[in-house]
């Protein structure tokens, strides 16, 4: 490529880096977001506000995944799941919305869900339909995947009825903004298994056609959710940079979004996205790309620090985890790569990764399984008199191996 093509290229990318930056929140308007969030928690562990779009068990769903997202915990996370447990309708949604928020129970039934032309029915004895097949396969991909045939078959089922215009929709119904939205963030978490890319670049075209005159798509939560699709989808923060900063502005002094917990739970999902985006500086390297993600222990949701993470090309491709299970890696843009994730007391995990040159690549959650004769120790240090978690305390422990391990930045330990 001509100097003055990647000159031009390089310019662009850091107006786009420069306009996320400016539009991105900061880390206490997140911290108030999810402070708001938290004092809506009810007795019964529901998460809700009275005029909201959604259901207590859509919002309660939704603000267990914004504090996963930003690594924070509501004040009662058990009593929220044991309160997503009783609903009543076990439509595929919930089920699956259970599942994403850290509940592995109803996988049996959702794979009992899948139909013969490879999507996911509504219910028992349902025709396969978008919402239902989207929203499996974003509660399979956060389990670890553990349904690789289902999962080949609901993939199909998505290309297959995505329409002309790029969108999808349910029955003779108009292509709708959501579903599009849903069905695109789907098929991104199958990404580095099955070709699905040309699919996610027809259907962020048509999101961003279908934009209202004010940039965004209407009202808060709308905007949240289409937003949680698009920034992974896309390497130029410029096409979604007026509705991130229109959907900053909407936040409220107490935290909230128009004081509705759902929209409020999907704005901070939103923003953190690009917040990380903007976080994650382009590779240095003209060849280069950047693979980002965050590592947690199967069954436990724990984040596992100092995995090592490593794509094939060689040792200088390799990296550890944080505290919080997240990680950074460069790696050769251009070709299928392998990256593996290795972790004492943990079956090994493998992905295909393969990005153009400059880009930014987020795997999301990575799930590690524990071999059948490990075990893990984990918890947090604090201190006697204030509660306060301690950082950088030293832990002793003696037997038949001598460890010693230190806390990290929020009082976590591992062993």
């Known amino acids: 490529m001509p100097p003055t ?3 031009s290229a390089l310019g662009a990318a850091l107006l786009a880096l420069c306009l996320l930056i400016i539009s991105a929140a900061s880390a206490a308007e997140l911290e108030a977001g999810f402070a708001w969030l938290s004092e809506q928690q009810a007795a019964n562990g529901s998460v809700r506000t009275e005029d909201t779009i959604a259901t207590s068990h859509q919002s309660t769903a939704e603000a267990l995944s914004a504090g996963w997202a930003l690594g924070l915990r509501l004040p009662d996370e058990t009593a929220a799941l044991v309160f997503l447990k009783s609903a009543a309708d076990r439509n595929t949604e919930y089920l699956a919305r259970r599942v994403i928020a850290g509940d592995s129970e109803p996988l049996p039934e959702l794979a009992g869900r899948a139909r013969r032309d490879g999507g996911i029915g509504d219910g028992p004895s349902h025709e396969s339909s978008v919402l239902a097949t989207a929203y499996t396969l974003v509660a399979w991909a956060s389990a670890g995947d553990p349904e690789p045939e289902l999962a080949s078959g609901a ?10 215009d790029g969108g999808w929709a349910d029955g003779p119904n108009q292509s709708s903004v959501y579903l599009t939205a849903l069905a695109s963030r789907a098929l991104q978490a199958y990404r580095f298994r099955f070709q699905v890319a040309a699919a996610v670049d027809v259907a962020g075209r048509f999101l961003e056609e279908h934009r209202k005159g004010d940039g965004t798509w209407g009202p808060d939560w709308e905007t949240a959710a289409t937003l949680v699709a698009l920034i992974p989808a896309t390497g130029d923060a410029e096409r979604y940079a007026d509705a991130l900063a229109r959907l900053r502005t909407a936040q409220q002094r107490n935290g909230s979004w128009g004081e509705d917990v759902f929209a409020t739970a999907l704005a901070l ?3 953190h996205a690009a917040r990380r985006v903007a976080d994650s500086e382009p590779p240095p390297h003209p060849d280069s790309a950047r693979l980002s993600g965050r590592i947690l222990a199967d069954g436990m949701d724990m984040p596992l620090a100092d995995v090592l ?4 090309s060689g040792p200088d491709s390799a990296t550890r985890t944080d505290n919080l299970g997240r990680f950074t890696l460069e790696f050769p843009a251009g070709e299928d790569l392998q ?16 990005a153009d040159a400059g880009a930014v690549v987020d795997v999301g959650v990575v799930r590690l399984t524990p071999l059948p004769d490990q075990g893990r120790l984990i918890g947090v240090v604090t201190s006697s008199g204030s509660g306060q978690s301690l950082t950088g305390a030293e832990l002793q422990f003696s037997g038949a191996a ?8 929020d009082g976590r330990y591992e062993l």
């Open 5 to 7: 093509h990647t000159a």
């Open 309 to 312: 993470v490593q794509v094939e």
């Open 402 to 409: 001598e460890r010693v391990v230190t806390t990290g930045s």
């Open 339 to 354: 990256v593996s994730y290795l972790a004492e007391g943990f079956h090994a995990a493998t992905q295909t990764v393969r």
């Open 155 to 164: 993939v199909g089922y998505l290309l297959a009825r995505q329409r002309a």
């Open 269 to 271: 999902q939103a923003l």
